[in-house]
């Protein structure tokens, strides 16, 4: 049998099927965290962060509570829904809907 032959024969492969995929979602839900409370001084800075970052149409980095990670995005603020209490974010090749309970911090980024 020629070196050739023999290289596709004894390739390594995953003997224990779906172990790897199942050690990476394992691991990836070690990294979950509870949703950090916010207290009431905590959310007052938060609106006027946001509410400055809508009249000034300026960039800004939220940071966001989802299902048990925390999300950074960036972007400006398209509109805020007071009745679905929800914020619309103009990212760069997307909007992105974020929910105001779950923002738990607002930066504005500087230029």
Do not use: H
Not at 31 to 40: A, D, S
């Amino acid at each position: 049998m020629q070196n050739k032959e023999r290289k596709g024969k004894w390739q390594p492969f995953d003997a224990l099927e779906g172990y790897s995929s199942a050690i990476k979602k394992v691991e990836k839900e070690k990294m979950k965290v509870e949703k950090p409370i916010l207290f009431p001084d905590q959310l007052e800075a938060l609106n006027e962060k946001l509410a400055s970052a809508f009249t000034n149409k300026s960039e800004i980095e939220v940071e966001y509570y989802n299902r048990g990670y925390l999300d950074k995005f960036k972007g400006t603020i398209k509109k805020i829904d007071i009745v679905n209490r929800e914020i619309i974010l103009n990212q760069e090749f997307e909007t992105k809907r974020l929910k105001i309970n779950l923002i738990i911090n607002i930066e504005e980024i500087g230029e």
